[in-house]
């Protein structure tokens, strides 16, 4: 069963925009982690956050963890076409992955 | 260096068949998972592999089986083919495996259709 829950399911914006997507989860965590599918392809891995950090940036991908709430954010800044894929968060406890449902990202040009 | 890689890339096969998939992880990543994907159940833990050793298996029946060899490379093998079984088996390595902090590499996937 799928431990995360994401918000929202679906996202479309115009290129330049802002895109935050949200993740929920339910049990303790070593890290999370967000990934990025391109039209069912393999899963690339964008960003991992440590249990103990609170927010982390990656070029123009930044990541925030409240584990108090058991809840994390992915925000991409001024969107690409190019960024149009499904967003998927992933719990990392112990040695496996357990993914939430994904966001579908539509960047418009 | 090269990526993971997965073999075949798409599979048909008939109900009641039985099918191998094969997984190359990075070289020198040790830990070797495998996950299925489908639009309904979304991405699933089947198991995992460190040093030849099956460490963690998910919420899956005992058709499902895999093996790692001493090169760290994995098969899976699905025996007794149902059409529920149609999906795409992804395979991800890390260097290490439990209470690490390293992202997983995934390889393309193996598309199974069972018909």
């Known amino acids: 069963s799928q431990q995360g829950e994401e918000d929202p399911q679906a996202l479309s914006i115009q290129e330049g925009e802002n895109a935050t997507m949200n993740c929920s989860y339910k049990?303790?965590?070593?890290?999370l982690q967000w990934y990025r599918q391109n039209s069912g392809r393999g899963l690339v891995h964008l960003i991992l956050?440590?249990?103990?950090?609170r927010e982390k940036h990656s070029g123009r991908l930044r990541v925030t963890l409240d584990t108090s709430k058991k809840s994390s954010s992915l925000l991409i800044t001024a969107s690409r076409a190019a960024d149009t894929a499904s967003y998927f968060c992933?719990?990392?406890?112990?040695?496996?992955?357990?993914f939430g449902e994904g966001t579908q990202l539509t960047v418009n040009p | 260096k090269a990526g993971v890689t997965q073999t075949p890339r798409y599979l048909i096969k008939t109900r009641g068949q039985q099918v191998t998939l094969s997984c190359s992880p990075i070289?020198?990543?040790?830990?070797v998972s495998w996950y299925q994907q489908t639009p309904g159940q979304g991405l699933q833990f089947l198991f995992e592999y460190f040093s030849e050793t099956q460490r963690n298996k998910g919420n899956f029946p005992g058709r499902f089986s895999g093996r790692q060899f001493s090169n760290s490379r994995s098969e899976m093998n699905v025996s007794t083919l149902e059409l529920g079984d149609s999906a795409l088996y992804l395979c991800?390595?890390?260097?290490?495996?439990?209470?690490?902090?390293?992202?997983?590499?995934f390889g393309s996937g193996t598309r199974l259709t069972v018909v």
């Open positions: 956050i440590r249990s103990n950090e």
């Open positions: 049990t303790s965590i070593n890290n």
């Open positions: 991800a390595s890390t260097p290490s495996g439990t209470g690490h902090n390293y992202g997983y590499t």
């Open positions: 070289s020198g990543h040790r830990s």
């Open positions: 992933a719990v990392n406890s112990g040695s496996r992955l357990t």
